[in-house]
């Protein structure tokens, strides 16, 4: 909805948001991931390979170094140096310079809306104090939004605790399936699913789905997909639930 909101509003040949995640051990994360992109040159977001790493020459792009500073970055790109792994591809697609503005997410996780001119199109004098400023209004809408989902876990783990406290249905598939189901129902987490365990020969769980909460595409990927797990790191019950955000 952002980068549609911007695109319209610029009319940018492009505008893309990616995002990096980070840990408390390691920092800022490498592998920036492109999540969503808007107008007529969003091909040129396929296949591309991005990274914060400074080591790297496909670090050097401005959403690299902008997420590494922390600070909006403008690149021209005919002009940079640093710009030469993309710039035929970019060239192809007629962008000419670009502005990115990092926008910290979490506490371990920044993200980065990347805006590209047509090629010879002038940015405006101003451009980085309203980068700037949008930044700032991105991290707000963020942190807001966190907020809420924060809020709906919190009463939605409530009133599964509740759940778990007054269900006395002895079978567990039964038991664990309701469990599910309350915890996407209440918004607690997106999409839910669970699992019945079977030890093999080789020691390792085969985990056959019983009930899945999500959207019909995954959980036909989920009803093919075999999942193996390392009983020392599993629970000691046959029965295990996992919930994917």
């Not at 600070?71 to 591809?89: D, K, M, N, Y």
């Not at 506490?107 to 980085?128: K, N, T, W």
């Not at 966190?146 to 009133?159: C, G, I, P, S």
Request: net charge positive.
């Amino acid at each position: 909805v952002i980068c549609e909101a911007v695109q319209r509003a610029t009319r940018a040949p492009l505008v893309y948001f990616a995002e990096v995640e980070g840990s408390r051990e390691r920092g800022l994360g490498r592998a920036i991931t492109i999540r969503v992109a808007a107008g007529p040159a969003t091909p040129y977001t396929r296949g591309l390979s991005l990274t914060t790493d400074p080591e790297a020459a496909a670090g050097q792009g401005p959403g690299g170094r902008a997420l590494r500073s922390g600070e909006v970055t403008v690149a021209g790109i005919p002009s940079e140096p640093r710009f030469a792994l993309w710039r035929q591809l970019a060239q192809a697609w007629n962008l000419g310079s670009a502005i990115v503005v990092p926008v910290r997410l979490s506490l371990h996780r920044s993200g980065a809306l990347a805006l590209y001119r047509a090629r010879g199109a002038q940015l405006p004098d101003d451009v980085e104090d309203v980068a700037r400023a949008l930044g700032h209004e991105l991290e707000r809408w963020f942190y807001a939004r966190a907020q809420r989902r924060r809020e709906r876990r919190r009463r939605a783990l409530d009133e599964l605790r509740r759940l778990v406290l007054e269900t006395t249905d002895a079978s567990p598939v039964r038991y664990f399936t309701a469990i599910v189901r309350r915890l996407v129902g209440e918004g607690a987490v997106e999409r839910a699913a669970f699992y019945d365990a079977i030890v093999g020969d080789d020691g390792l769980y085969r985990l056959r789905l019983v009930h899945v909460e999500a959207e019909e595409e995954l959980r036909r990927e989920l009803e093919t997909l075999e999942v193996v797990a390392d009983p020392a790191k599993a629970s000691a019950s046959p029965i295990i639930a996992a919930a994917v955000h």
